[in-house]
DNA sequence: CGGCGGTCGTCAGCCAATTGTCATGCGCGC
DNA sequence: GCGCGCATGACAATTGGCTGACGACCGCCG
């Protein structure tokens, strides 16, 4: 998945972008409100995770341009201060969720993926299609109920598709949400890595829809060519 | 065992983190009713502390909302009231057992180890994997019956891991769960720790499981919560 | 105080798994 | 049937992890 991590204290950003991190996401980072408007604003993403405390645009501003502008992105809030009114603004504001510093790393951690996957609509941390199950907690896939050796990068698209079921992902797409920003994009790079879990999951999990891109499951209905 | 604290006076709660650290539990804590909702909701406990008196959500209702969500961990209810009837409420919503504060640490130890007991059948202080017995009350390692001498660093390494068999932990995880927080990470340290367990344990006690961290026991299939 | 033994982080070099690149060939969809 | 988009096998680059050596540090003890 790919977040935005928006906190302007570096030390704590940097924790959070490893945690999040090794657990197979993509981390962008902002450091203060602007930055973090334009990035949330002209950039697709999975999550954002956004500091109040921040210098040029406080992130209650932030927040509440993003909703303005029509983006749906789930927002968790971070603050050092508990006041209540201040949640309430926060939740007027649009956010989904809301965490005091100080905070135990595996609580934030526990907080991201109960929000990656109350937006897509999931209600447990495992993911199932047909007899494929990802089970996020501890980043593993099963087929038949047989644990499948995902290597992290092919563990992290198959992670992606299962998020989207029945939408066909452009490459493009997949390499932006699998691979860090600067990424030099090479669409073979993706091919190659479908190839290769089709080896371990089997030809028809991942399929393709020529000049679309991949997708599992069946196809939405309305996917209609243009 | 893993232990989910809630309790929102800083002092009890530390207090009550280390009579069940000593006796070989993994803590972990929430301060309010919202944090203890998400936490046992998300993550797997074995037992929870809660206490009645909560900022942000009442202890009544996060039990209730977990017993709702299908959360079937024993939960011992704190409270500084001796009410019949908030007591009735509790047990109505689910607990399963209820003890006043004030109260002597030894009591509470012992409706801790009563409630585990209940719950798993078998409760000790003693994590044992293979020939692999780790005595937490004496904090000693055991092979084949035989002693093994581990430096400090080396057993909370074997103690964190025998604490989540089955599920690989990352570099990031164990650093955090080993050193003092505001350690200067540095992944080979963790690397190098391994090794000299291995030296002692066998090479073939923690596994490695490249890119996603170290793990002892067999991986996890995946059940728990579904 | 000074030597000793044990602990533990750092470093550099090595190895192997992972992952990107390339060349080539196939076949889907128009 | 043609051509572009995708698939694939081989290969190379990169990365993650392992190890032996080293030295800083600390507590102990004479």
Redesign the interface.
Known sequence: MRILVVEDERKVGEELR??LE??GHVVEQARDGETAWFLGDTEDFDLAVLDLGLPRLDGVQVLKRWRANGRTMPVLILTARDGWSEKVECIDAGADD???KP?????FM??V??LLRRATGHV???LSLGDV?V?T????V?MG?M?VDL??MEYRLVHYLMHHVGRAAPQIELTEHIYAQDFERNANAIEVLVARIRRKLGDDFIKTRRGYGYYVGELDEGEGKP
């Open positions: 490893r945690a090794s657990a809301y965490l005091v905070f135990r790393i595996e609580e526990a907080r993926r109960a447990s941390a495992k199950v089970d907690r501890i980043s593993r099963l109920g644990p290597s992290p």
